[in-house]
């Protein structure tokens, strides 16, 4: 589940949980990925190819950084910025009949050369 920075009722958060997901099936559809496609064998949702303009912030530091793939669990976060795991991150970024955008949070479940995989913090509010 994804975390909303700012809470305004339940019902704003499970309209962005559930437009994050009519939005990554209608991508999905539209660049002709098949369901699994984008699998990787140790995540427990299918990750969904993407390039989303996104805000990244961290200790108080503001990015601009690309999200390149999405599922309501987490995301890959392209970034030269290095990480540790475990470190706590928010994405914010637009989904085009959402507004306002979509805000969450989460940390740092692995890093690499070319980015970080960010998994969502789950809902609490």
């Known amino acids: 589940m994804?975390?909303?920075v700012v809470c305004r009722s339940n019902a704003i958060e499970e309209r962005q949980i559930m437009g994050i997901e009519r939005w990554l099936?209608?991508?999905?559809r539209w660049l002709g990925?098949?369901?699994g496609a984008?699998?990787?064998s140790?995540?427990?949702d299918t990750r969904?190819?993407?390039?989303i303009a996104s805000e990244f912030s961290y200790f108080g530091n503001v990015d601009s950084a690309f999200i390149?793939?999405?599922?309501r669990s987490g995301a890959?976060?392209?970034t030269r910025h290095k990480f540790s795991v475990g470190e706590s991150v928010r994405l914010k970024f637009p989904l085009h009949y959402l507004d306002p955008p979509v805000e969450v949070t989460g940390v740092i479940a692995w890093t690499g050369a070319d980015g970080v995989g960010v998994k969502f913090n789950p809902i609490d509010c």
Request: charged share 20%.
């Open 2 to 4: 994804i975390c909303c």
């Open 25 to 28: 099936l209608h991508v999905g």
């Open 33 to 35: 990925i098949k369901s």
């Open 38 to 40: 984008s699998t990787v």
């Open 42 to 44: 140790d995540r427990s």
């Open 48 to 51: 969904n190819q993407c390039l």
């Open 68 to 71: 390149k793939n999405l599922n």
């Open 76 to 78: 890959f976060v392209e």
